[in-house]
């Protein structure tokens, strides 16, 4: 009976250490380090334009080290972990690896990062929002795909949510850093007004980043994807990744925002 007991403590023991295990395996099948690394990327090209705009392009070389350190891939991929752990164990989480490991799901992993990478090309940019625009409005059989993997994650109002708290935590690290004098409420009236304009670009570049990743997909491999995203660890594995990327943009968004503001104060003394 004590040899039974001890064993079943190492096994109780050991449950978080597996648990920990298969999430560690969960973030290698969906690659999150290789997205966190183009995100950093997309970062620091976006902090160009914000040291011309708010800098004066005074920045420098330090700001730069400030953007890339808040911009760290380690910490982004930790945020999305622990939401990760939450929202995906026992069958859902082994379902989500399944799918992402091999054949359809790791094919669409990497096309979604290589378009990631590449749209942040102005150029790319561009001519995939007017392909989306050639598109729009059309019974396009491409386009009612995407539309319906769209619709199965509310992946717009999704976006647009996470893309106005990061606006709204953006503004509190500038009052913080005492660039901004707005009070909490006005911000958020701010940030309000911006939805049907943040609304409608959203739309348009996730359409257009979709189409753009999607494009090598046969339409029987992406069917298989939007029947995946339907299942009870497709929606828990899509709410954990909004939740989680939602979490680490606010945190970016305030840190940026402390640090332009920082910035802005020293130049100024």
């Known amino acids: 009976m004590r040899t039974f007991i001890i064993a079943v403590g190492l096994w109780l023991l050991a449950l978080p250490v597996w648990a920990d295990a298969r999430t560690t395996v969960l973030v290698d099948v969906l690659r999150l380090g290789e997205l966190a690394e183009i995100l950093q990327r997309e970062g ?3 902090a160009e334009q914000l040291d011309r705009d708010m800098l004066g392009g005074q920045g420098g070389p330090g700001w730069e080290l400030q953007v890339r350190a808040i911009y760290s891939p380690e910490r982004i991929v930790e945020t999305v972990r622990t939401e990760l752990e939450v929202a ?3 069958q859902e989480r082994e379902d989500v690896i399944r799918f992402f490991a091999q054949g359809t799901g790791a094919q669409i992993i990497a096309l979604e990062n290589e378009a990631r990478a590449a749209i942040t090309d102005p150029e790319i940019e561009d001519a995939a929002r007017a392909r989306l625009s050639d598109l729009d409005g059309t019974a396009d059989a491409r386009l009612a795909q995407i539309t319906a993997l769209i619709d199965s994650g509310d992946m717009v109002e999704r976006n647009v949510a996470a893309a106005m708290n990061s606006n709204f935590q953006f503004m509190r ?3 913080d850093g005492n660039a901004l ?4 409420a006005e911000m958020l009236a701010d940030v309000t007004q911006q939805h049907d304009a943040v609304s409608e670009d959203t739309r348009s570049w996730l ?8 494009s090598p ?9 939007i029947a995946f995203s339907k299942t009870d660890a497709g929606r828990s594995l ?3 990744l909004f939740d989680g990327f939602g979490a680490a943009y606010e945190d970016v968004s305030y840190a940026l925002g402390r640090a332009v503001a920082l910035n802005m104060v020293a130049e100024d003394l």
Do not use: F, H, I, K
């Open 217 to 225: 997909l046969e339409d029987d491999a992406l069917e298989r994807y």
């Open 173 to 175: 690290g500038m009052s």
């Open 44 to 46: 620091l090209e976006n």
């Open 238 to 240: 899509n709410s954990a």
């Open 181 to 184: 004098q707005m009070t909490e």
């Open 207 to 214: 359409y257009s980043y979709l189409a753009l990743a999607y």
């Open 88 to 90: 995906l164990v026992g």
